[in-house]
């Protein structure tokens, strides 16, 4: 069954910094993979996606993504954070072979930016 | 563009009562839309995927029963949660499904925040 993990629940970096998200998933075939940011009591806004092609992906907010099939990953990176990205982060996986559409979602990762 | 919106944003309701959450695709149709619930400090879970004039289909393990889903257009879905009791006090999301060229993509809305006295 496909599954998405987030091995990091909780990310604390200071304002400036380089930031990396930690996303693995499980699928038999190529995947459709996502990132999505939620701000507090929010929907959610898509960040970036990877279907296909260059494995090095980019996205909004200055954000970029890199899919490795050989480590199962698809790490969220921004080379300097700002506080205004304070939020949770969500890694997803497009479920079914003929893309339904259907999403699952890893279990999400909080950023808090200190000053 | 591709903007969904949700209603009501935040309801408050008592034991025993049903309450009705509406989701719309503002500017696209969508023959498909999903309804997702998110505990806090969790991840959403997938409830059921509707689909436009047909029933919807529903994730194992949720009550079809209770949570009474209609999709009567290409811009409306409603999420019913029937006789609500507090444990189904949620964040309930929607998303609308659009095809943008090689791929499905999903549009989120704002949530509805439930709480059940």
């Known amino acids: 069954a496909q599954s998405v993990t987030q091995p990091d629940i909780h990310i604390t970096v200071s304002e400036g910094a380089s930031l990396e998200l930690r996303c693995n998933y499980s699928?038999?075939?190529?995947?459709?993979l996502f990132w999505y940011v939620q701000s507090p009591g929010q929907g959610l806004q898509l960040l970036l996606k990877?279907?296909?092609?260059?494995?090095l992906v980019q996205g909004i907010k200055g954000f970029e993504a890199e899919f490795k099939r050989s480590q199962s990953s698809f790490n969220l990176r921004k080379p300097s954070v700002h506080w205004s990205d304070a939020a949770e982060y969500f890694c997803?996986?497009?479920?079914?072979?003929?893309?339904?559409?259907?999403?699952?979602f890893g279990q999400g990762t909080t950023l808090q930016v200190k000053p | 563009g591709a903007v969904v919106s949700q209603h009501p944003s935040r309801v408050i309701c008592k034991s025993g009562t049903s309450v009705k959450i509406e989701c719309r695709s503002l500017?696209?149709?969508?023959?498909?839309m999903f309804w997702y619930r998110q505990f806090p400090k969790q991840s959403l879970m997938l409830m059921a995927t509707?689909?436009?004039?047909?029933?919807?289909?529903?994730e194992q393990g949720v009550e079809k029963d209770k949570f009474l889903i209609n999709h009567a257009s290409l811009t409306l879905s409603t999420l019913t949660v029937t006789s609500a009791h507090p444990e189904d006090s949620s964040f309930y999301i929607c998303?609308?499904?659009?095809?943008?060229?090689?791929?499905?993509?999903?549009?989120f809305g704002p949530g509805t925040r439930l709480t059940v006295l």
């Open positions: 998303s609308a499904k659009a095809y943008r060229g090689n791929y499905n993509e999903q549009f």
């Open positions: 699928y038999g075939a190529t995947p459709y």
């Open positions: 990877y279907f296909s092609g260059d494995t």
């Open positions: 997803a996986v497009g479920h079914g072979s003929s893309n339904t559409g259907k999403l699952i």
């Open positions: 500017d696209f149709q969508a023959t498909t």
């Open positions: 509707s689909n436009e004039g047909s029933k919807a289909t529903y």
